[in-house]
C-alpha cells in the first residue's frame, strides 16, 4: 500500500515557477512509476509526466514538455514537479500518483493510488 500527500501549490503570476512535492509512504515507493495529472472542475484527469521507478526514465506531455521537469527521491520517499514559465493554461488541481508497475506510463488505467490534489492558480 502507498499513501500519497501533495504540496507546494498555490497562486503564482505568469512566468513564474513553483515546486510540487508528493511525499509518499510503504515500502513500495522505490518499486513504483509515478506520474503527475491535472484536472479542471467537469473534465477528465489528463496526463503530465510520469518517471519510472529509479528515475532513469520520463516522459511528458506536449503541453508542458521543456517547461517541467519530475523527479524523485527514492531515500526520502518523495516525487517533484519543478514547474516553470507558468501560464494561465497551466491552471488545474494537481495530482500525483504512484503505478502498479517499474515503467512510465500517460494512462490513468496504470495508477492505483493517488494524492488528494493540490491548486495551481497561474495569474496573468
Known amino acids: 500500500q502507498v499513501q500519497l500527500v501533495e504540496s507546494g501549490g498555490g497562486l503564482v503570476q505568469a512566468g513564474g515557477s513553483l515546486r510540487l512535492a508528493c511525499a509518499a509512504s510503504?515500502?513500495?515507493?522505490?518499486?513504483?512509476?509515478m506520474g503527475w495529472f491535472r484536472q479542471a472542475p467537469g473534465k477528465e484527469r489528463e496526463f503530465v509526466a510520469s518517471i519510472s521507478w529509479n528515475g532513469g526514465d520520463t516522459i511528458y506531455a506536449g503541453s508542458v514538455k521543456g517547461r517541467f521537469t519530475i523527479s524523485r527521491d527514492n531515500a526520502k520517499n518523495t516525487a517533484y514537479l519543478q514547474m516553470n514559465s507558468l501560464k494561465p493554461a497551466d491552471t488545474f488541481v494537481y495530482y500525483c500518483a504512484a503505478a502498479r508497475h517499474l515503467y512510465v506510463s500517460s494512462s490513468t488505467e496504470n495508477y492505483i493510488y493517488w494524492g488528494q490534489g493540490t491548486q495551481v492558480t497561474v495569474s496573468s
Open positions: 510503504g515500502r513500495t515507493f522505490s518499486s513504483n512509476a
